[in-house]
């Protein structure tokens, strides 16, 4: 269960750094627009931003997923208990990313 543990921590720790990342890009995409860079600059900068708040979304989903396969077929309340989502939920989450 450790390891669980420790792959849990793992996995969110590399998430925040992708939202810090994504915060990063974000700044620079505001003060291009104050400093009234050209269009091109502001778009490039602003798909970095998109892409990386996708990627941290599916890193979020994909955890999730992974802790709902981990868990025994033996305890079927799991998805009852609270922060746990079932495949249905998870399924909804995923899709509204696309």
Not at 3 to 8: F, G, H, L, R
Not at 9 to 16: F, G, L, S, V, Y
Not at 58 to 86: H, K, N
Request: proline residues 2%.
């Amino acid at each position: 269960m450790t390891t669980a543990v420790e792959s849990k921590a793992d996995a969110q720790r590399r998430i925040a750094n992708r939202l810090k990342r994504a915060r990063g890009q974000l700044n620079a995409v505001i003060d291009a627009v104050e400093s009234g860079a050209d269009c091109r600059t502001v778009v490039t900068q602003l798909s970095a931003v998109s892409s990386a708040l996708d990627k941290a979304g599916f890193a979020v989903i994909s955890t999730a997923m992974r802790e709902c396969l981990a868990e025994s077929d033996d305890e079927p309340q799991a998805t009852d208990a609270p922060g746990r989502l079932s495949v249905d939920e998870l399924e909804k989450l995923f899709l509204t990313l696309s």
